[in-house]
């Protein structure tokens, strides 16, 4: 009998092969779900053979950034998980997620003590990725919404020297969402370039404007902005003393001494910890002026940790009504830095000792 291989079944072992290698390095899944009624979003992401990441979303607010994540493993259409926390800590209630193509519905796992985190609980329908981007644009769009309602109440509700706050805070906005995209939004990989064509191709619309996540940066940055605007500063003083922040991840907090100088702490966290920034200075008392009903101080900081072209860091401080100016100048940017102080600040009082 012999037994060597002919050209066809050479022919079959190879399909066959290129079968089972194609399924073993078969593209990890990720899976969409919503709740309408809660609005809610539940995504399942393959982070393994049989591990999975749970990650829920309430969108109940547009631009919120409520979260619950969690890790499990499934088995069929049933996967098991809890809450995603640090080494050594209690995970707490343990979770089922069951269903298919159509539905996920998550529930207790039975026979738990006391179960927790019950807002995850419920029926989710599956999502396309055509209608997470409309329902992605609808969050942003009704953000911007609640932005301008902001913007006009607080026009006609804010007194004094606050008044013409929300008109000169309405100028800076794009400037202020522009950097904030720049560190908040990765766009996705540019599409290969076509081959050229007889014709002209008819020009298409941004690949960000087809992104979820381009949209939700942009709802989640204009959520901080309306939450700004609605909390008008509740003035108790009208010196430099206090606590001042812009929303944004930026902090100004100042002293002044006895002698008049002004002892001046700055830091942000602007998106992440990656990009922050700490500058502190103290601001001379002769630098420190009063013009009708604005106070001025201006001095020249100096920032460790950056080359010696952006140390020199020059800072103006107004203060007028119950908000804080900052203008900044330097004569180089540090390089990968995307922080920034400049911006128009609440303040608030001290915290009692």
């Keep these: 009998m012999n037994s060597r291989l002919q050209p066809f079944q050479i022919s079959v072992l190879a399909f066959v092969l290129l079968v089972v290698c194609g399924r073993s390095a078969e593209t990890l899944t990720t899976a969409h779900y919503y709740d309408e009624e809660s609005k809610r979003f539940l995504t399942l992401r393959q982070t393994s053979a049989t591990g999975m990441e749970v990650i829920i979303r309430y969108a109940s607010e547009p631009g919120s950034t409520g979260m619950w994540t969690g890790q499990g493993n499934r088995k069929d259409n049933l996967t098991t998980f809890a809450a995603q926390v640090e080494e050594g800590q209690d995970r707490g209630s343990y979770f089922i997620a069951k269903g298919g193509e159509s539905k996920m519905e998550v529930l207790f796992k039975p026979g738990q003590k006391m179960p927790q985190d019950p807002g995850i609980l419920g029926i989710y329908r599956r999502v396309s990725d055509e209608k997470r981007l409309q329902l992605a644009r609808k969050e942003s769009q009704a953000a911007d919404e609640r932005l301008n309602v902001a913007l006009k109440e607080a026009s006609h509700s804010w007194s004094g020297a606050d008044k013409l706050v929300p008109a000169d805070w309405k100028a800076r906005w794009p400037a202020l ?177």
């Design 177 to 353: 969402l522009g950097r904030w995209m720049k560190i908040a939004y990765q766009p996705p990989e540019p599409a290969k370039v076509k081959p050229a064509q007889p014709f002209p191709a008819v020009k298409d619309a941004p690949a960000s404007e087809k992104d979820v996540q381009y949209w939700l940066k942009l709802a989640q940055a204009t959520a901080a902005a309306f939450g700004f605007i609605q909390q008008p500063a509740v003035l108790k003083s009208s010196s430099w003393d206090g606590e001042y922040d812009d929303g944004f991840g930026g902090h100004v907090s100042i002293r002044r001494a006895k002698d008049g100088k002004l002892r001046v702490n700055m830091n942000c966290t602007r998106v992440n910890e990656n990009q922050g920034a700490d500058l502190v200075g103290q601001i001379p008392a002769e630098a420190v002026k009063t013009q009708n009903d604005e106070l001025i101080a201006a001095a020249v900081f100096t920032e460790t940790d950056v080359p010696e072209n952006a140390k020199e860091v020059s800072i103006t401080l107004k203060r007028k009504g119950g908000f804080l100016w900052v203008e900044t100048k330097r004569k180089a940017t540090p390089p990968g830095s995307f922080a920034w102080f400049d911006g128009i600040y609440r303040w608030s009082e001290m915290p009692k000792e």
